[in-house]
C-alpha cells in the first residue's frame, strides 16, 4: 500500500443507521390446521364428531408454536368451530390465527411492528435493509414506513452501496 494512502470506509462516516425489519420476525414454529380433517368426508361438521376430535388433538404437538386455523374444503363451517379449536390450544400457543400462513405472519409483523420502540432511530438517518434471508410480508414495510416517517430524518431502501431514497424531513 502507498504511504499516505488510507482507505476510508464513506458508508460508515456517512451516520447512516441500517435498520433490518428481519430482526423483528417473531422466532417460533408455525404449524395450521386445516378443519377439513375435522369434518365428515371432509365436507360436513357433525358436532358429536367434531367435539371428539378436537377433544384428541395432542395440545403439545403446538406447545409454544404459531398456529393459523383454516378450511380448504369446500365445506360451511359455524364459527363455533375455531372457538373450540382455539379454546383448546389457546394456552399452549404464541399466536392463533383464522387464515392461511401468509395472513398469520402479516398479523404477527404487524404487532411486532406496532410494539417496536422506535426513539432510538428520531432524528437519524435510516436505511431499510432490502434482502433479508427471512420471508417479510410487504405489508410490513409499508406499515415500518408509517411508523417511521414521523420519527427520522430520512429514510432509504436496500442496500448502503445501491439504495433508494424514500423521503427526507
Known amino acids: ?17 441500517n435498520f433490518d425489519l428481519s430482526t423483528l420476525v417473531p422466532k417460533g414454529e408455525r ?21 371428539e376430535k ?8 403446538y406447545r409454544d408454536c404459531y398456529v393459523y386455523i383454516y378450511n380448504s374444503a369446500d365445506a360451511i363451517v359455524p364459527l363455533w368451530a375455531y372457538f373450540l379449536i382455539t379454546s383448546k390450544l389457546t394456552e399452549v ?27 432510538d432511530l428520531m432524528n437519524k438517518r435510516v436505511l431499510v435493509k432490502g434482502c433479508s434471508d427471512e420471508s417479510i410480508p410487504e405489508n410490513a414495510y409499508i406499515e415500518l414506513v408509517e411508523q417511521l416517517k414521523p420519527l427520522v430524518k430520512s429514510l432509504m431502501f436496500g442496500e448502503a452501496c445501491s439504495n433508494v431514497p424514500i423521503f427526507k424531513n
Request: aromatic share 10%; hydrophobic share 45%.
Open 1 to 17: 500500500m502507498a504511504e499516505g494512502f488510507e482507505i476510508k470506509n464513506k458508508v460508515a462516516e456517512s451516520g447512516l443507521v
Open 31 to 51: 404449524k395450521g390446521i386445516d378443519l377439513k380433517d375435522f369434518l365428515w368426508e371432509e365436507m360436513i361438521l357433525k358436532e358429536k364428531d367434531f367435539r
Open 93 to 119: 400457543t404464541k399466536k392463533i390465527v383464522f387464515g392461511n400462513r401468509e395472513d398469520l405472519e402479516v398479523l404477527l409483523m404487524h404487532n411486532a411492528i406496532q410494539t417496536y420502540d422506535f426513539t
Open 54 to 61: 378436537v377433544s384428541a388433538i395432542n395440545v403439545d404437538e
